[in-house]
């Protein structure tokens, strides 16, 4: 009987400690999986005059501000030398609008997306991610835009290609 007791409280100690540390680790695991950005990176498009073909290269801007339409938060303020973005999407509604800021350009960038419920786990719960349905922007400095990727989640991928001509 004893060794029954002994065995029992034996268990209930090794499983009580398993599942504090599980627990930690889901807890740090669920704050980091819970960041959904939207990635942007900037294109430079030139013409090769020597053979007549496109030549697209990353490009780095000079001066970038970045505000949500619609909200008071400025995302990025005067950033110096940057040719990558990640910008959260409206998580209530089915469309996000950016204002960009190229120096003394400005062009709007309009997103619309389908949003998603994705379940991650009972400690975790649900996240909200997206599928890009449409991007459109107007034209001061912003040429054109691709959607590279349409998915975005928490892996950080580059959904949106700018791209200005030179």
């Known amino acids: 009987m004893k060794n029954t007791s002994l065995i029992s409280l034996l268990f209930i100690v090794i499983f009580g400690l398993a599942f504090s540390f599980n627990s930690c680790n889901t807890d740090d695991t669920c704050r980091k999986s819970r960041i959904v950005l939207l990635g942007m990176n900037f294109y430079l498009d030139t013409i090769n005059h020597l053979n007549n073909r496109l030549v697209v290269q990353k490009l780095s801007i000079d001066s970038l501000w970045v505000k949500g339409v619609g909200t008071d938060s ?10 990558t973005v990640k910008l959260p999407l409206n998580s209530f509604a ?11 350009f400005t062009d709007t960038v309009t997103i619309r997306h389908k949003n998603i419920n994705e379940f991650l786990s009972l400690e975790c719960g649900y996240i909200r991610t997206f599928e890009i349905d449409t991007v459109i922007s107007t034209k001061n400095f912003i040429d054109s835009i691709s959607v590279t990727n349409n998915l975005v989640n928490t892996f950080y991928v580059e959904n949106i290609q700018i791209h ?3």
Do not use: A, C, G, W
């Not at 990025?76 to 040719?83: E, G, P």
């Not at 469309?95 to 800021?101: D, G, L, T």
């Open 164 to 166: 200005h001509n030179k």
């Open 74 to 83: 400025v995302l990025y303020s005067n950033r110096k030398s940057i040719n």
């Open 94 to 104: 089915e469309e996000s609008k950016f204002h960009f800021q190229f120096n003394t």
